[in-house]
């Protein structure tokens, strides 16, 4: 059983959390897990960077921030994702799409870390980004994957 429980404390935009959930699902089943309670949190710019700087050093806003609470190996995937809303909108605004595709862009993201990838080398950052598009793909999205990442 996949388990998502949704947060979204900013009143920016406003998420769809029946989709979210679906998503969740159709990428973990898609990646090969079955069993998986993962948190999402659809926050402001303002709180996006506090975490982005607490947790990593960067003191800026980001897409999406993952933070994995099982481990490898475990039968059970648990994690929570941070998603920035705000920097979703000002993407889907500045590349003419819709900021659900945008979200939906990160939540994958964001699950892909969870579910081991990562993006740390130039081979293994292709590697996300062919399964973002995949993904998308499957879910009926445009393609939106940054080309230049």
Do not use: W
């Amino acid at each position: 059983m996949i388990r998502v429980a949704i947060a979204s404390p900013q009143a920016i935009v406003k998420i769809d959390r029946r989709r979210m959930r679906e998503t969740v699902r159709a990428v973990l089943l898609a990646e090969g897990v079955i069993q998986a309670e993962i948190g999402l949190a659809f926050v402001d710019n303002d709180t996006i960077r506090r975490l982005n700087q607490r947790y990593l050093n960067h003191d800026e806003p980001t897409d999406v921030l993952s933070f994995p609470l099982s481990e490898a190996g475990q039968k059970n995937t648990v994690g929570e994702l941070v998603i920035g809303a705000e920097v979703a909108l000002a993407e889907a605004q500045e590349g003419k799409h819709n900021v659900h595709a945008e979200l939906t862009l990160y939540v994958i993201h964001g699950l892909l870390h969870l579910c081991n990838f990562d993006d740390k080398t130039t081979s293994s950052a292709a590697v996300m980004r062919r399964r973002e598009r995949e993904h998308l793909k499957r879910l009926g999205l445009p393609d939106i994957v940054p080309k230049d990442a």
